[in-house]
């Protein structure tokens, strides 16, 4: 099956890299605008694709993402009714974003932001220790990923709690909440925030002042999910008013962050430039094939998105 690599932002052919070899008998790789004829063309690998990028395959059935999310697909207008929408599930992937969180989450539990402070300044002073019980840890979303970080960090002894919109079964010892009565109830009781929804239009500007106003004084924030999700005035007012005492922000609503911006200099604020995890692209590869075989059958692919909710 031919398959078309469409982005205006990424080099999808090199991502793949050798990936594209193990695969060569099965999948034919076109680059966008090079790609004829493209009749034939049913399947499609997209990163930010450009606006009117699918109006160049009349019957095509399916796109791929590189990555969990799938919001930017979704997003183009030239995304026509009826073409599956399709993302990657990499356990290596979650597993690294569970480690990336961990290392937030404890690096809030164990103050390392002061002792940082204390290095540079050349202070010798010991800090209060706090176990790994006595720091609740809220985590929005509870997908794969979510189930993954969940797991990983109540291993290493932080209660958790995880809230998803609708009911989910939960894994002992981490405790689930949905809907919105649910959200108020998690919050009061979180003072580390995870947040790895995915975008859509019910959790565009989730993160707010009213939601930081309703976890525990002093919480932490750790923002993984897009840059969308994010009410940056909110986030910059709750750390001045020490309601939260700290952010972890690695997505953004402009990517690059721009240079002037106030999330560079803020001494509460840990910036990393969209880095948390990434897809192998073995993954990617696998989902491609496993997407084509689905097509050939005439069935819907493993990981369709629902394209009404956005996930």
């Given amino acids: ?26 999948i034919e790789v076109v680059d966008h605008f090079a790609a004829e004829p493209v009749a034939d063309i049913r399947l499609a690998v997209a990163w930010n694709p450009p606006r009117d990028a699918f109006e160049r395959y009349p019957n095509l059935q399916a796109v791929c993402s590189i990555g969990a999310g799938v919001d930017g697909i979704l997003a183009c207008p030239s995304l026509r ?14 597993q690294t974003m569970a480690g990336f969180i961990a290392w937030h989450v404890i690096g809030h539990q164990r103050s390392f932001a002061t002792y940082r402070d204390q290095q540079r300044d050349r202070i010798w002073r010991s800090l209060r220790q706090r176990s790994a019980q006595s720091v609740p840890v809220g ?12 797991t990983h960090l109540a291993l290493l002894g932080f209660p958790v709690m995880a809230w998803s919109r609708t009911a ?15 959200l108020g109830a998690m919050l009061g009781e979180t003072e580390v925030l995870v947040n790895l929804l995915p975008l ?15 976890m525990r004084r002093g919480g932490y924030l750790v923002q993984v999910g897009r840059g969308e999700h994010l009410v940056e005035d909110h986030l910059l007012g709750a750390l001045e008013n020490g309601q939260l005492s700290g952010a972890a922000l690695d997505v953004f609503v402009d990517e690059p962050l721009p240079p002037a911006h106030p999330f560079w200099g803020h001494p509460g604020i840990v910036v990393t430039p969209h880095d948390a995890c990434d897809a192998s692209a073995g993954a990617v590869a696998d989902t491609i094939v496993a997407t084509a075989d689905a097509i050939q059958k005439g069935e819907r692919p493993p990981h369709t998105v629902d394209r009404e909710r956005g996930y």
């Fill in 1 to 26: 099956m031919r398959c078309a690599l469409v982005s205006d932002r990424l080099d999808l052919r090199a991502f793949l890299g050798a990936e594209l070899a193990r695969i060569a008998d099965r």
């Fill in 139 to 150: 985590i929005l979303g509870y997908g794969e990923m979510g189930r993954t970080v969940a």
């Fill in 168 to 182: 989910k079964s939960a894994v002992s010892p981490v405790r689930v909440f949905h809907g919105r009565e649910g």
């Fill in 200 to 214: 859509t239009s019910e959790t565009q500007g989730l993160l707010n002042r009213d939601l930081f106003d309703r």
């Fill in 81 to 94: 009714p009826g073409i599956d929408v399709v993302r990657v599930v990499d356990p290596v992937q979650a």
